[in-house]
């Protein structure tokens, strides 16, 4: 037996399904507050065809070589990928449409947001992660503390269309963990920073606010800081640590790269995080926005410079320099921004049209 409903005015399908031919029950579109909680919100649902509501919705929590892992709202579920598929198509996060009957993949929805990045000596992009709410930015107080990488991740986290958070490890081992806190809510206006002890299960609480129900984070940074950590921590006592920690060498922080994968781990709050591997080098290239809101200040005062094209260096009636020599903005804000802007143009390829036209790239999820 098989009824249908059309979508409800929520935008929500709100289909019943009840074929006994299916086996045990699944995770479909019948279980909105399920999927509720693995973040399936609005934005996916309204993705579904009326011709689709006799899928299974998928997550898939991480990705291998030659297979990807999924959930869905009750825990691990079976999904399969056609012959011909490339898994690094996939991101963590992404959410997929697949048969009831032979588990295999027929579509990814579109993605809200998404972390890619331009790989050294690798035609196309890398995914990392995908439909991702909030951004940790991972680093600890102590010789890992860098503003400049702070920085990139930052435009990273802008570009992606996700909110950043810092999140500052290791502050049992430091005095004045407030310094470095200071340092870094200076890098962006309105960033929030947490100051933690990773180890402790108390960390939990001031990073509630991004890791409620159906809410996903993802962590980056160096190796070392505490991913992981941080990790076994948010997945409460009884997660039985999933990710495995490593030691890092004292003389100057540095981490060993434990973490070698992508994976989906849940909060014990409600919500979903995904650790990535520690980044080696992060280059800034591809970027639109990112980097224009990492310096608001810079990018609205530029509007008022007396030529639109204006360099904010040497020209008249530059209200930049004019900002800086009325003491309102730090001229070293001024020269990060140059530097991070000529070092995305660098990094960029330019298409160019069949007439040698500088071709616009769409952003395409
Ligand atoms: N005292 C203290 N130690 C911490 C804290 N966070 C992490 N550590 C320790 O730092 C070391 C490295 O932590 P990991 O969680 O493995 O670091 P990671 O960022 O996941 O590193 P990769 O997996 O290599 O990317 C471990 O020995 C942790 O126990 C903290 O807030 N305080
Ligand atoms: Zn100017």
């Known amino acids: 037996m098989r009824t249908d409903r059309s979508p409800t005015c929520s935008g929500k399908p709100d289909h019943v399904l009840l074929s006994p031919d299916l086996g045990p029950p699944l995770t479909r579109l019948t279980d909105t507050a399920a999927l509720d909680r693995l973040g399936f919100d609005t934005f996916f649902a309204e993705q579904v065809g009326p011709d689709e509501s006799h899928l ?24 399969e990928l056609a012959p011909n598929a490339n898994t690094a198509d996939y991101a963590v996060g992404d959410w997929v449409l697949a048969d009831p009957h032979t588990r295999l993949m027929v579509r990814r929805l579109e993605r809200r947001t998404v972390f890619q990045r ?6 196309g992009h890398q995914l990392a992660a995908a439909n991702v709410d909030t ?3 991972v680093t600890s107080c102590n010789a890992d503390f860098n503003p400049a990488r702070l920085e990139r991740y930052l435009i990273m986290a802008n570009e992606a269309g996700t909110r950043p958070v810092i999140v500052l490890t290791k502050a049992d081992m430091v005095d004045d963990a407030e310094t470095y ?4 809510s200076a890098l962006q206006r309105d960033l929030s920073v947490v100051i933690v002890n990773a180890r402790s299960p108390d960390a939990i609480d001031p990073l509630m606010p991004w890791c409620g129900p159906g809410q996903t ?16 921590t948010l997945s409460g006592p009884g997660a039985g640590e999933p990710q495995k920690t ?34 080696r080098t992060l280059y800034v290239s591809d970027v639109t926005d990112g980097i224009d809101t990492l ?8 509007p008022h410079c007396k030529f639109r094209d204006c360099s904010h260096s040497h020209e008249k009636g ?31 390829p330019v298409f160019t049209g069949p007439k040698g036209n500088k071709m616009l790239r769409k952003k395409k999820y």
């Open 217 to 232: 984070v993802a962590l980056v940074g160096s190796s070392g800081v505490g991913k992981s950590t941080l990790v076994n």
């Open 135 to 137: 951004l940790f930015v």
């Open 56 to 79: 299974l919705v998928r997550r898939i929590s991480s990705v291998h070589r030659d297979r990807v892992d999924a959930i869905d709202g009750s825990g691990p579920a079976d999904l």
């Open 181 to 184: 806190a200071a340092q870094a």
């Open 318 to 348: 530059c209200a930049v320099q004019g900002a800086i020599k009325g003491g309102t903005l730090d001229p070293d804000r001024l020269d990060r921004w140059r530097q991070l802007q000529a070092e995305n143009r660098d990094r960029t």
């Open 246 to 279: 490593g030691t890092i060498r004292e003389q100057d922080a540095k981490g060993r790269h434990t973490t070698t994968a992508r994976s989906l781990h849940a909060i014990a709050g409600g919500g979903w995080v995904i650790d990535t591997p520690g980044i």
């Open 118 to 123: 331009r790989a050294e000596g690798v035609i």
């Open 295 to 302: 310096f608001a200040e810079i990018t609205e005062l530029a």
